[in-house]
Protein backbone atom coordinates (compact mmCIF):
# COMPACT_ATOMS: atom_id res chain seq x y z
CA UNK A 1 0.00 0.00 0.00
CA UNK A 2 1.32 3.58 -0.19
CA UNK A 3 3.75 4.61 2.52
CA UNK A 4 3.57 8.36 4.18
CA UNK A 5 6.99 8.94 5.89
CA UNK A 6 6.67 11.20 8.56
CA UNK A 7 9.38 13.52 10.64
CA UNK A 8 10.48 13.70 12.83
CA UNK A 9 9.57 10.46 14.83
CA UNK A 10 9.08 12.74 18.38
CA UNK A 11 10.53 15.88 19.36
CA UNK A 12 10.57 17.13 23.22
CA UNK A 13 10.45 21.21 23.55
CA UNK A 14 10.43 23.90 25.93
CA UNK A 15 7.15 25.59 26.01
CA UNK A 16 6.97 28.83 23.38
CA UNK A 17 8.86 27.13 20.94
CA UNK A 18 8.27 26.80 17.27
CA UNK A 19 7.51 23.26 16.18
CA UNK A 20 7.77 22.12 12.63
CA UNK A 21 7.24 18.94 11.12
CA UNK A 22 6.67 17.09 8.07
CA UNK A 23 5.31 14.03 5.37
CA UNK A 24 6.53 12.63 2.26
CA UNK A 25 5.51 10.10 0.11
CA UNK A 26 6.38 8.66 -3.01
CA UNK A 27 2.97 9.30 -4.72
CA UNK A 28 1.45 12.05 -5.48
CA UNK A 29 -1.72 12.93 -3.48
CA UNK A 30 -5.13 14.82 -3.83
CA UNK A 31 -5.28 15.76 -0.75
CA UNK A 32 -3.44 16.14 2.66
CA UNK A 33 -5.11 16.21 6.51
CA UNK A 34 -3.36 16.86 9.63
CA UNK A 35 -4.79 15.20 12.70
CA UNK A 36 -3.95 15.37 16.16
CA UNK A 37 -4.19 12.24 18.67
CA UNK A 38 -4.72 12.67 22.19
CA UNK A 39 -3.97 10.08 24.54
CA UNK A 40 -6.60 7.41 24.82
CA UNK A 41 -8.66 9.44 22.56
CA UNK A 42 -9.07 8.81 18.47
CA UNK A 43 -7.51 11.78 16.56
CA UNK A 44 -9.14 15.34 15.15
CA UNK A 45 -9.00 16.81 12.05
CA UNK A 46 -6.49 19.91 12.57
CA UNK A 47 -6.22 20.82 8.66
CA UNK A 48 -7.41 19.68 5.20
CA UNK A 49 -5.56 21.00 2.16
CA UNK A 50 -6.80 20.32 -1.23
CA UNK A 51 -4.50 22.41 -3.50
CA UNK A 52 -1.31 21.95 -4.32
CA UNK A 53 1.01 25.33 -2.54
CA UNK A 54 -1.98 25.70 -0.79
CA UNK A 55 -0.93 27.14 2.95
CA UNK A 56 -3.55 27.01 5.56
CA UNK A 57 -3.87 28.22 9.38
CA UNK A 58 -6.09 26.92 12.01
CA UNK A 59 -4.63 29.61 15.31
CA UNK A 60 -1.16 28.69 15.92
CA UNK A 61 -1.16 25.78 13.51
CA UNK A 62 -0.07 26.20 9.78
CA UNK A 63 -0.20 23.50 7.33
CA UNK A 64 1.15 23.72 3.55
CA UNK A 65 0.46 21.16 0.70
CA UNK A 66 3.75 21.22 -1.23
CA UNK A 67 3.95 22.03 -5.47
CA UNK A 68 5.44 18.74 -6.04
CA UNK A 69 2.30 16.76 -4.33
CA UNK A 70 4.25 14.54 -2.40
CA UNK A 71 4.71 16.30 0.72
CA UNK A 72 3.23 18.22 3.49
CA UNK A 73 4.67 20.57 6.23
CA UNK A 74 3.27 21.33 9.38
CA UNK A 75 4.04 24.09 11.90
CA UNK A 76 3.14 24.93 15.15
CA UNK A 77 3.96 27.95 16.74
CA UNK A 78 4.69 29.12 20.56
CA UNK A 79 4.01 26.00 21.70
CA UNK A 80 2.17 24.98 24.98
CA UNK A 81 1.37 22.51 27.38
CA UNK A 82 -2.37 21.44 25.44
CA UNK A 83 -0.01 20.69 22.16
CA UNK A 84 1.28 17.63 23.31
CA UNK A 85 -0.70 14.31 21.14
CA UNK A 86 0.52 12.46 18.61
CA UNK A 87 0.63 14.37 15.37
CA UNK A 88 -0.48 12.21 12.31
CA UNK A 89 -0.38 13.29 8.32
CA UNK A 90 -2.85 11.32 6.26
CA UNK A 91 -3.69 11.07 2.41
CA UNK A 92 -6.24 9.74 0.27
CA UNK A 93 -6.05 7.92 -2.55
CA UNK A 94 -7.66 9.69 -6.01
CA UNK A 95 -11.00 7.89 -5.66
CA UNK A 96 -11.07 9.48 -2.53
CA UNK A 97 -12.39 6.58 -0.69
CA UNK A 98 -8.85 4.72 1.36
CA UNK A 99 -6.88 6.79 3.92
CA UNK A 100 -3.40 6.64 4.29
CA UNK A 101 -1.68 7.64 7.37
CA UNK A 102 1.45 8.63 8.23
CA UNK A 103 3.43 7.23 11.11
CA UNK A 104 3.03 9.76 13.77
CA UNK A 105 5.24 12.77 15.73
CA UNK A 106 4.83 12.55 19.30
CA UNK A 107 5.22 15.99 21.10
CA UNK A 108 6.07 16.49 24.35
CA UNK A 109 6.08 20.41 25.21
CA UNK A 110 8.27 20.72 28.73
CA UNK A 111 6.87 23.60 30.81
CA UNK B 1 -25.72 13.90 19.14
CA UNK B 2 -23.56 10.96 20.28
CA UNK B 3 -20.49 11.17 17.55
CA UNK B 4 -19.16 7.74 16.41
CA UNK B 5 -19.20 5.31 19.85
CA UNK B 6 -17.62 2.11 20.64
CA UNK B 7 -17.79 -0.96 21.97
CA UNK B 8 -15.79 -2.52 24.33
CA UNK B 9 -13.52 -0.09 25.51
CA UNK B 10 -11.43 -3.10 26.56
CA UNK B 11 -11.65 -6.73 25.11
CA UNK B 12 -8.97 -9.62 26.14
CA UNK B 13 -9.38 -12.81 23.48
CA UNK B 14 -7.65 -16.24 23.36
CA UNK B 15 -6.51 -17.31 20.38
CA UNK B 16 -9.60 -18.88 18.04
CA UNK B 17 -12.07 -16.52 20.09
CA UNK B 18 -14.45 -14.64 18.16
CA UNK B 19 -16.23 -11.48 18.61
CA UNK B 20 -17.56 -8.38 17.18
CA UNK B 21 -16.31 -4.94 17.60
CA UNK B 22 -19.21 -2.49 17.46
CA UNK B 23 -19.55 1.17 15.85
CA UNK B 24 -22.14 3.62 15.31
CA UNK B 25 -22.68 6.99 14.23
CA UNK B 26 -25.87 9.28 14.76
CA UNK B 27 -24.79 12.08 11.67
CA UNK B 28 -25.82 10.55 8.76
CA UNK B 29 -22.82 9.62 7.51
CA UNK B 30 -22.37 7.89 4.52
CA UNK B 31 -18.89 6.37 4.90
CA UNK B 32 -17.79 4.60 7.76
CA UNK B 33 -14.50 2.67 8.35
CA UNK B 34 -12.12 0.71 10.34
CA UNK B 35 -8.74 1.41 11.34
CA UNK B 36 -5.83 -0.49 13.68
CA UNK B 37 -3.11 1.13 15.40
CA UNK B 38 -0.31 -0.22 16.26
CA UNK B 39 2.91 1.03 18.15
CA UNK B 40 5.53 3.12 15.36
CA UNK B 41 2.97 1.94 12.48
CA UNK B 42 0.18 4.79 12.59
CA UNK B 43 -3.46 4.04 11.87
CA UNK B 44 -4.19 1.08 9.08
CA UNK B 45 -7.14 0.80 7.26
CA UNK B 46 -8.96 -2.29 7.48
CA UNK B 47 -12.46 -2.13 5.90
CA UNK B 48 -14.52 0.99 4.46
CA UNK B 49 -18.01 0.97 3.58
CA UNK B 50 -19.46 4.28 0.96
CA UNK B 51 -23.07 3.25 1.90
CA UNK B 52 -25.23 0.78 3.32
CA UNK B 53 -25.08 -2.52 1.20
CA UNK B 54 -21.21 -1.45 0.24
CA UNK B 55 -18.38 -2.55 1.83
CA UNK B 56 -14.50 -3.10 0.58
CA UNK B 57 -11.17 -3.90 1.62
CA UNK B 58 -8.63 -1.85 3.05
CA UNK B 59 -5.00 -2.15 3.95
CA UNK B 60 -4.64 -4.60 6.07
CA UNK B 61 -7.78 -6.62 5.65
CA UNK B 62 -7.44 -10.41 6.58
CA UNK B 63 -8.75 -11.73 9.56
CA UNK B 64 -11.19 -9.36 9.31
CA UNK B 65 -15.00 -9.14 8.44
CA UNK B 66 -17.77 -6.09 8.47
CA UNK B 67 -20.97 -5.70 7.00
CA UNK B 68 -22.95 -2.38 6.71
CA UNK B 69 -27.15 -3.63 6.83
CA UNK B 70 -28.00 0.51 7.96
CA UNK B 71 -26.57 3.36 7.80
CA UNK B 72 -25.86 3.84 10.95
CA UNK B 73 -24.05 0.34 12.21
CA UNK B 74 -20.82 -0.80 10.85
CA UNK B 75 -19.36 -3.99 13.26
CA UNK B 76 -16.06 -5.59 12.63
CA UNK B 77 -15.79 -9.57 13.03
CA UNK B 78 -12.98 -11.31 14.15
CA UNK B 79 -14.15 -14.77 13.09
CA UNK B 80 -10.85 -16.48 14.73
CA UNK B 81 -8.37 -14.08 16.76
CA UNK B 82 -4.59 -14.16 16.81
CA UNK B 83 -1.62 -12.62 18.56
CA UNK B 84 -1.15 -10.69 16.05
CA UNK B 85 -4.62 -8.96 15.90
CA UNK B 86 -3.67 -7.50 19.25
CA UNK B 87 -4.20 -3.71 18.62
CA UNK B 88 -6.25 -0.11 19.16
CA UNK B 89 -9.13 -0.37 16.66
CA UNK B 90 -10.63 2.81 15.52
CA UNK B 91 -13.80 3.63 13.84
CA UNK B 92 -14.69 6.74 11.90
CA UNK B 93 -17.57 7.89 10.03
CA UNK B 94 -17.52 11.08 7.13
CA UNK B 95 -19.69 12.63 4.73
CA UNK B 96 -18.54 10.78 1.32
CA UNK B 97 -16.74 12.92 -0.60
CA UNK B 98 -12.90 13.57 -0.60
CA UNK B 99 -11.13 14.42 1.88
CA UNK B 100 -14.72 15.18 4.30
CA UNK B 101 -13.30 15.12 7.95
CA UNK B 102 -13.47 12.05 9.20
CA UNK B 103 -14.97 11.51 13.35
CA UNK B 104 -13.29 9.25 14.89
CA UNK B 105 -14.26 6.75 17.98
CA UNK B 106 -12.61 6.37 21.35
CA UNK B 107 -11.03 3.23 20.51
CA UNK B 108 -11.11 -0.18 21.69
CA UNK B 109 -7.67 -1.81 23.28
CA UNK B 110 -8.04 -5.82 21.98
CA UNK B 111 -5.96 -8.02 23.21
CA UNK B 112 -5.36 -11.67 22.12
CA UNK B 113 -3.45 -14.14 24.50
Known amino acids: GQQLNQSPQSMFIQEGEDVSMNCTSS?????WLWYKQDPGEGPVLLIA?????ELTSNGRLTAQFGITRKDSFLNISASIPSDVGIYFC???????????FGTGTSLTVIP | NAGVTQTPKFQVLKTGQSMTLQCAQD?????MSWYRQDPGMGLRLIHY???????DQGEVPNGYNVSRSTTEDFPLRLLSAAPSQTSVYFC????????????FGPGTRLTVL
Open chain 2, 92 to 103: ASSYAGTGNEQF
Open chain 1, 27 to 31: SIFNT
Open chain 1, 49 to 53: LYKAG
Open chain 1, 90 to 100: ASLTNTGNQFY
Open chain 2, 27 to 31: MNHEY
Open chain 2, 49 to 55: SVGAGIT
